[in-house]
């Protein structure tokens, strides 16, 4: 049956809801045209993976038998994208104040030339992610497997991008870059967490790291894993104040941990185990476990097991 619609009462509803835009509150902005693009902010994000990986994540749709041309086009194609949407961002910039049009027209060239520089160094630590990965997972069959089908190299990878940004102090931009990669993987890295070399995370889904975080070297986290803050009740007070734990080298944290607070250092060489709730510090080279925990068993009526489950001075973690 053909839907009849009553002009004049469509006419109406479009009238009051555009009126509720006149309120003019922060959700009413209605020119778009000069904001950060989300969908041109996650192209670019997997263009920088064809540069960062080349071969791994090429377009196929044209035949291109120079590679270095093939890498060109796509670097003048990021650079040029990247550059309208820095120059956007930095409309919302409170740190740095109020900016013409021409100041951020050069400020965003800048940042660009300056995070292009940067590709060596976010290449050389994705390396070193990946290396973790093969000899820290012994279901990885190689190198190749790693870059195209780990969730935690999309993770870590991306945050690796966008902290350079975030470094540049690029607004939203990079917030919108690791909540791509939160889509994609389920593993939500804030891109002011700072994360040293080798950095591996196994399985990775729910895994949370906050803004000021600090890792260290050669550290590896399991399935959800909360790097976070103690409380966030002050809200913008807190803004620029280290709310999130320090992990120094070497350090394990099993599947969900949560590890919270500022002043809170795992040290180096510690192993946190599955399901501890950490508030306090931990020294170097110890291990920290739930102890104790009991098992119910309930077979049929009437019938009832309880066994406690007591770790060993060598504990271990099944998958």
Known sequence: MEQ???????????EDICSDYEENRGIDAVNIFNKPDVREIRAIVDNLFKIIFPGYFRDKT??????????????????????????NAL????????????ERRIESYRICKEFFKRIRTIRKYVEGDIEAAFEGDPAAGCFEEIMLAYPGIVASTTNRIA???????????????????????GID???????GKNFFIDHGTGVVIGETAVIGDHVKLYQGVTLGALSTRAGQALSGVKRHPTIEDNV??????????GETVVGKNAVIGGNVFLTSSVPADTRVSVKNQELEYKSGPGSRKTEEIKQSEEWYYII
């Open 4 to 14: 009849v619609f009553n002009t004049e009462e469509i006419d109406d509803i479009v």
């Open 163 to 185: 902290h350079e940004l975030y470094l540049l102090m690029v607004p939203v931009i990079p917030r919108l870059m690791t909540e791509y990669a939160h889509s994609r993987t």
């Open 252 to 261: 394990t944290i099993y599947s969900g941990a949560s590890v919270l607070g």
């Open 62 to 87: 044209y035949k291109i038998y120079n590679p270095k041309h093939e890498i060109g086009v796509i670097i003048e194609d990021v650079f040029y994208h990247l550059n309208k949407q820095v120059y």
């Open 189 to 195: 890295i804030h891109p002011g967490a700072t994360i």
């Open 91 to 102: 409309d919302f910039c409170k740190k740095r104040g109020t900016m013409t049009d021409e």
